[in-house]
């Protein structure tokens, strides 16, 4: 659940709701006695038994087989198969240890999959629910054309609190409706920005979904950061 500042066709705008339109299925896993079954997390290897350890140990690569069949060097008897708790996820550097100081590096590829740029990956603030609201772009997408061109990764609904943000939400939902398309929502003075969720999250593009049924009424955010492009011809 989580909060966004948005505007209407009219310009008049509202902090309204958003929640996950995924629904988490109800299962409960038991074992052949009928009782609960939980997850547990089991150390498998230790860092001082990875095979760039094994291969200092042997000399070389075609000699770690020999270690092997002599012993068990990658086997701790102590502690592998252990149960994991309370565990932190860190970053070790090229010699295994602990990295305190990590550089994140944002990677950018050509269509082919080459290497294109290296850069210092930017932590970018949201944007979805400061002082300037969402604006509509004015910019309609044919569903069809919108399905056939975006790949969709995520989608929120965005949902009312009280009796003024619904009619807000409901005449939103309504107007998009009789269009059949999706409206292009972006951030920004004039809407041409990506959309930020989290801190350093991934930015989307939105496009907004409008359906209603009597007084009933939904309003989707659908969330795109790939576009499908056909391939240049040879």
Known sequence: MGQINLANSKGRDAVVNTQSVTVPLQLRWVDQENRQVNNSKILKSSINKDIDILVEQAGALENVSDILIDGDPEIDMETFGSFLRNTARVYIDPEGKVAHRVKCIEILKNPDGNE???????????????????????????????????????????????????????????????????????????????????????????????????????????????????????
Do not use: C
């Not at 603030?125 to 790949?151: C, M, Q």
């Not at 929120?156 to 409706?177: C, P, R, S, V």
């Open 116 to 234: 294109k740029e290296r850069r210092p990956k930017k932590t970018t603030p949201p944007n979805v629910a400061t002082d300037t609201p969402l604006k509509w772009s004015g910019k309609l997408i044919k569903k069809e054309d919108a399905y056939n061109r975006f790949v969709f990764s995520s989608k929120i609904q965005i949902t009312h609190y009280n009796g003024l943000t619904y009619d807000f939400l409901y005449e939103m939902a309504k107007e998009l409706e009789s269009q059949k398309s999706l409206m292009l929502i972006g951030a920004g003075s004039k809407s041409n920005q990506p959309l930020v969720f989290r801190r350093g999250s991934i930015s989307y593009r939105g496009f907004l979904e409008g359906r209603t049924q009597g007084n009933k009424y939904a309003l989707i955010l659908h969330l795109s950061n790939m576009e499908l492009k056909a391939p240049e011809k040879q």
